[in-house]
């Protein structure tokens, strides 16, 4: 598949790489057909989500350890069963990343640690939980 994303020019998604979001995504319920990109020759610590139902829709993505933090959350079954997780270990979580609208006290990127991405990496599969307050753990380490 072929499409034409405003970031990343004229790219071509194999079938293998299609991640499948059945639920979407909240506020994006309509689009449920991503890819997991990265900047060609970008040091992949900041993911593209590139919707391949509107290309211009992308997401920017980091993992929780790529921001000095561990994140623990429980599934549903209803959210396991979405997935299709049988094996913890094909869960890849990711956090929404944004560079801050406000400057100067924000400049940078902002995180949004309340709805991480999940993605079964095994079945391609996705969702986005949103996080009731008390719901996960998060632990910030201070890198040194």
Same mark, same amino acid.
């Given at each position: 598949?072929?499409?034409?994303?405003?970031?990343?020019?004229?790219?071509?998604?194999?079938?293998?790489?299609?991640?499948?979001?059945?639920?979407?995504?909240?506020?994006?319920?309509?689009?449920?057909?991503?890819?997991?990109?990265?900047?060609?020759?970008?040091?992949?610590?900041?993911?593209?989500?590139?919707?391949?139902?509107?290309?211009?829709?992308?997401?920017?993505?980091?993992?929780?350890?790529?921001?000095?933090?561990?994140?623990?959350?429980?599934?549903? =079954? &209803?959210?396991? *069963?979405?997935?299709? /997780?049988?094996?913890?270990?094909? !869960?890849? @979580?990711? %956090?929404?990343? +944004?560079?801050? =609208? &406000?400057?100067? *006290?924000?400049?940078? /990127?902002?995180?949004?640690?309340? !709805?991480? @991405?999940? %993605?079964?990496? +095994?079945?391609?599969?996705?969702?986005?939980?949103?996080?009731?307050?008390?719901?996960?753990?998060?632990?910030?380490?201070?890198?040194?």
């Amino acid at each position: 598949m072929k499409i034409e994303s405003p970031l990343l020019g004229a790219i071509e998604v194999s079938d293998d790489k299609v991640i499948e979001f059945p639920a979407g995504l909240p506020g994006f319920g309509n689009l449920h057909r991503f890819a997991l990109l990265h900047e060609e020759g970008g040091e992949g610590r900041i993911f593209l989500l590139q919707s391949l139902d509107d290309a211009s829709v992308t997401f920017s993505l980091a993992g929780p350890e790529q921001l000095g933090i561990t994140f623990e959350l429980p599934l549903t =079954d &209803e959210e396991t *069963a979405m997935l299709r /997780l049988s094996r913890p270990e094909d !869960a890849v @979580v990711a %956090i929404v990343v +944004r560079k801050g =609208d &406000e400057a100067p *006290a924000s400049a940078g /990127l902002r995180a949004n640690f309340m !709805a991480p @991405v999940i %993605i079964n990496i +095994r079945q391609q599969r996705g969702l986005q939980k949103v996080i009731e307050k008390g719901a996960c753990d998060i632990i910030l380490r201070v890198r040194g």
